[in-house]
């Protein structure tokens, strides 16, 4: 993950995710939301921290197959001011 202050980017890349998806979602204080969802097995998310207090938070990928969660993995932490 990159960036600073209101601004960030989260780089990933999948395994072989056949017919899953990967869902990552910011957590932590009182923020919790998802930033984005992949569209393929690579890529970048740009996202703003949401408003809150400023907490360590982090980054999670959660991993739905046939819309049930198969995985969830912290991917990334950082602190918002």
Do not use: C, K, W
Request: glycine fraction near 14%; hydrophobic fraction near 35%; proline fraction near 2%.
């Amino acid at each position: 993950m990159r960036g600073h202050g209101s601004r960030r980017r989260l780089s990933y890349r999948t395994a072989n995710l056949a017919g899953a998806r990967v869902q990552f979602v910011e957590q932590g204080g009182d923020a919790r939301r998802v930033i984005g969802t992949t569209r393929g097995p690579r890529g970048t998310l740009r996202f703003r921290p949401a408003a809150g207090t400023a907490r360590r938070r982090q980054i999670a990928a959660i991993v739905v197959r046939g819309g049930f969660v198969q995985t969830v993995r912290v991917v990334a932490r950082y602190r918002a001011r």
